[in-house]
């Protein structure tokens, strides 16, 4: 099974702030990669698919990026409802894998 | 619009089964997998496995084959998921998803309290 390794598990940001989060593919993954957010109690939600495309309806601040084993999501401008639980999906090969994921708090 | 919908929360004993169910709405059923995914409180997201409603085809993780049954019904575009032999590691969020590569929809998740 393809692992996805994500990093970091937690970070803190001001308001304002841009936030990377990285997920490394244990092999290529030729952008099959989506990233999720997930509120307390919720369903994660789509923000970014096929690795750079924006879900409708997700504010443009998110960005994904990264090619082959190597993929990152951006907060350009750390805003209070971005606070949550993020993963990155590899939908290359089956069966599908999560990234660990990473909490993401206002500081 | 499409929507997936959950039956409610379960609470079981250990060694008994469960059958979670996902309703479909707002699309073919049968021109998507639908997928399951499990989550333990407060931990990552762990995929169990996918069917095609078309034919009824399944695919497991290799872990939860002896744990998870999937089905789906056309007649009620609904997708079912049998958990067997309940240990509190089953204690967990299970979703169903709809998919390609990545899943857009999700159901809103089945409680599932596995306890004496």
């Known amino acids: 099974d393809i692992q996805m390794t994500q990093s970091p598990a937690s970070l803190s940001a001001s308001l304002g702030e841009t936030i990377s989060i990285e997920c490394r593919a244990s092999?290529?993954?030729?952008?099959?990669l989506a990233w999720y957010q997930q509120k307390s109690g919720k369903s994660p939600q789509l923000l970014i698919y096929?690795?750079?495309r924006l879900q409708d309806g997700v504010p443009s601040r998110f960005s994904g990026s990264g090619s082959g084993t190597q993929y990152s999501l951006k907060i350009s401008g750390m805003q209070p409802e971005d606070e949550g639980d993020y993963f990155c999906?590899?939908?290359?090969?089956?069966?599908?894998?999560f990234g660990a994921g990473t909490k993401l708090e206002l500081k | 619009e499409v929507q997936l919908q959950q039956s409610g929360p379960e609470l079981q004993r250990p060694g008994a089964s469960v059958k979670l169910s996902c309703k479909a709405s707002?699309?073919?059923?049968?021109?998507?997998?639908m997928y399951w995914v499990k989550q333990r409180p407060k931990q990552g997201l762990e995929l169990i496995g996918r069917i095609d409603p078309e034919d009824g085809s399944t695919d497991y993780v290799e872990k939860f084959k002896n744990k998870a049954t999937l089905t789906a019904d056309t007649s009620s575009n609904t997708a079912y998921m049998q958990l067997s032999s309940l240990t509190s590691e089953d204690t967990a969020t299970y979703f169903c998803?709809?998919?390609?590569?990545?899943?857009?929809?999700w159901g809103q998740g089945t409680l599932v309290t596995v306890s004496s």
């Open positions: 092999e290529d993954i030729y952008s099959n």
């Open positions: 707002g699309y073919t059923f049968t021109e998507y997998y």
């Open positions: 998803a709809r998919g390609t590569h990545w899943f857009a929809y």
């Open positions: 999906l590899q939908g290359s090969k089956f069966p599908y894998t």
């Open positions: 096929a690795a750079n």
